[in-house]
C-alpha cells in the first residue's frame, strides 16, 4: 500500500470527521486508533487518519506519539502528512498544536507549515489570522468555556506564536484569493524571513481548493477537515488519486441493541440532549457521584439495562458551563474530566457485554476513553450523519460487527441523537 495523503489527528472525534471528509472527496480512507498493529488487516487506502488522544495530554507525549505515527505514515509512501488540530484550535499555551508542529516540521525538513483550522461547513472561517465560530470570534463563542482548554484568543498567529519555538506569520484572505502563485510566493517570502508557520485565511471552500494545491507540494500542514478537504481535492484534480466511491463502510446491518454516551458539555451538545429526551430513555448522571462515588457507574447501569431491550438509551453527564467550573473546582480540571471519562468507558464496556452494538458518543475526549476501553484498532467510514460526524465501522473489534458514531461535541444539528439512530441498523 503507498499512500498518497497520511493524516494524524489529535482526537477521535476529529479524525472520524477527517475521514469523512476525505471519503466523500473520493479518496478510499481508513481510520485507525492510534499506530495500527503490523497484524491489523487494512484495505487497499489512499489514505490513513492515525487517530491519537493527544489534544489535552502534556506535550511531551504529544510530541512522541505524534511522531512514531508520523514514521509509520511515510514509511508506507506518504509523501505529505496532514496533522489534524480542532476546527477550534482548541490547545492551551502549553501546546499542544505548537510542540507538535514544530517536532513534525523538524523531522520533514519543511521550511514553512502551512496552518489552518477553517472549514467553512460548518462555519469555522480564519480572516486576517482571526477564527470565526460562525457569526462570532473564537473568544466570544461557547468555546470560551471549554472544560479543558477555554479558547480566550481569536487571533491565531498569536495564539500558535504562544507554543510554537517559530516565529509565525500570516497569508491573508486578498493573497490567497489571486491563487496558488500568490500563496506560494507569500509563504516563500515569510520562509525567506525565518518564519517557520503560517496561518492562512479562509472563508470558501475555493480558498481551501487554492490552500490544498499549495500544501499538497509540501510535506506537513496543519488544520481542520477544510485542508483535508483542499489537499484531497489537489490530489484527485492533479491524478494524483483515482477518486472513488464515497464511502466503504456501508456494509450489512449490524442489529443489536443501540446506546448514546454524552461526557461533551458544548452548548451543541446540551441542545441535543435536551432535544433527545422527548424521544428516548436519557439518564443524566451526577458528576460530583461520579468523582466521590463509584456506585455511580452501577446505577446507571442498572437503569440502561433492563431499558435495552425496548430501544435506545442515552446515559449523560453533560453540564452547563457554571456547572462544570463549579464541579472542577471542588475536584480540579484534570481529576473531574479523567474521572468523568473513564465512567463513560465503564459503562460503555458493559454496555457492549450486554449486547449494545450501535453505539453513538458524543465528546472527543469522551470519545477516545471509549473506543480504547473498547479496544478497537480502526473504523471504515459510512453513511454521513451531520456535517464532520459520519457512522463508523469497526474493523477487529473483539465484540465483532459494531457501528459507532463519534461526535465532536459541537458538531450536528438539534435532532442529532435520533439523526444518527436512523442511519445506523
Ligand atoms: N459535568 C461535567 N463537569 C465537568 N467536566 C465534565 C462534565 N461532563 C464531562 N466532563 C468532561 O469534559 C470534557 C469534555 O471534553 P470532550 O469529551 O472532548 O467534549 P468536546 O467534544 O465538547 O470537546 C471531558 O474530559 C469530560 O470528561
Ligand atoms: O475539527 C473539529 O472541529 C472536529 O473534528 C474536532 O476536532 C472535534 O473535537 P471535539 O469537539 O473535542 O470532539
Redesign the pocket.
Known sequence: MTLALGCIAD?Y?GASDLANTLTRAGLRTVQTIGVPADDLELPEVDAVVVSLKS??IEAGLAVARSRAAEKWLRGRGAGHVMFKI?STF?STDAGNIGPVMDALRADCGEAIVLVTPAFPETGRTVYQGNLFVGAVPLNESPLKD???NPMRDSNLVRVLARQSKTQVGLVDLPTVTRGAEAVRARLADLAGKGIGAAIIDAVFDRDLETVGLVAARHRLSVGASGIGLGLARALVSTGKVRSAAASNGQGTAVGGAAACLA????QA?LQQIARAESVIPVLR?D?DRVLTDNGEVERALAWARPRLAEGPVLIA???TPD??AA??ARHGRDA??????QA?ADIAESLVKSGVRRLIV????????VVDRLGIPGFLVGAEIAAGVPVLRAVGADAGDMLLAL????FGGPEFFADALGLMR
Open positions: 482526537d472525534t489534544r489535552s480542532c482548541d471549554h472544560p479543558l461526557g461533551s458539555c458544548s451538545t448522571l458528576p453527564s453533560s453540564s456547572q462544570v464541579l472542577q473531574a474530566g479523567h474521572a468523568i471519562e463513560m458524543a465528546g472527543g475526549e469522551t470519545s477516545g476513553a461526535k465532536s461535541g459541537n
